[in-house]
């Protein structure tokens, strides 16, 4: 019986610590201290966690077209925010700006999107930062009443 056990345990932390490798953070992959501006057509958008995903076609100095990828927060992040599956559609012109990546490929971390209109759409950070100050500020307010 604690065969079973050692075998299940094992199976369990493989299959963590395959899952942690597949969720990279944010700071081996792009470069905070930067921002890259792209424009173009987006190809696809896709609401997911652990990462909502956009690919989006641009055209380079050169004429070609190079399929840019574009990283978001996680789904629940986002819809907090207001976000929702239709928010961007494909055949969209937008305009992106975000964090390049330590190689240069074409993939960004999202920091803000500019339609054709001039809108602009943000991650919701400020909404899901002022969300967690209320919720600081409602706990302290109740931590004080509790100690008269």
């Known amino acids: 019986m604690k065969r079973q056990h050692v075998i299940l345990a094992s199976a369990g932390l493989l299959l963590s610590a395959v899952a942690a490798n597949a969720h990279h953070s944010f700071s081996p992959v792009y470069d905070g201290s930067r921002t890259v501006t792209v424009a173009g057509t987006v190809t696809s958008f896709r609401l997911v966690n ?3 995903m956009m690919t989006m076609d641009v055209t380079d100095e050169a004429g070609n077209v190079v399929k840019w ?6 789904r629940l992040n986002l819809t907090v925010g207001g976000w929702t599956d239709d928010t961007i559609s494909a055949g969209e012109r937008v305009t992106v700006t975000g964090n390049p990546t330590h190689t240069g490929s ?6 803000q ?12 950070n400020e909404r899901i930062k002022a969300i967690e100050e209320e919720r600081r500020q409602r706990t302290k307010e109740r931590d004080q009443r509790l100690e008269q």
């Open 106 to 111: 074409p993939r960004l971390s999202f920091v």
């Open 113 to 124: 999107i500019v339609r054709a209109d001039g809108t602009e759409l943000r991650s919701g």
């Open 69 to 74: 990828t574009i990283e978001f927060a996680g």
């Open 50 to 52: 652990p990462h909502t």
